[in-house]
């Protein structure tokens, strides 16, 4: 299980990479804010799946 939620994990953040890049937000947006947003959304993708996953188990175990 732990495999796939870093597997998961991986592809949501180089989803998130390919976004940035195609928007081209780095020539927008300050790089304070660039990093705040990285870090924010890194949090929501790791508790987004933890959650995810713990209720796929739950769901399972019944």
């Known amino acids: 299980m732990e ?3 870093a597997t998961t994990k991986l ?6 990479c390919v976004i940035y ?10 790089m304070f804010i660039l990093i ?4 924010i959304v890194g949090f929501a993708i ?3 799946v933890e959650f995810v ?3 796929v188990e ?5």
């Not at 592809?11 to 998130?16: A, F, G, K, M, P």
């Not at 890049?21 to 947006?29: E, I």
């Not at 705040?36 to 870090?39: D, I, K, T």
């Not at 739950?58 to 019944?62: L, P, R, S, V």
């Open 3 to 5: 495999g796939k939620k």
């Open 11 to 16: 592809i949501l953040l180089l989803i998130c």
């Open 21 to 30: 890049a195609v928007t081209n937000m780095y020539d927008k947006v300050n």
């Open 36 to 39: 705040v947003l990285a870090v």
């Open 46 to 48: 790791h508790y987004i």
């Open 53 to 55: 996953f713990n209720q």
């Open 58 to 62: 739950k769901y399972k175990n019944k």
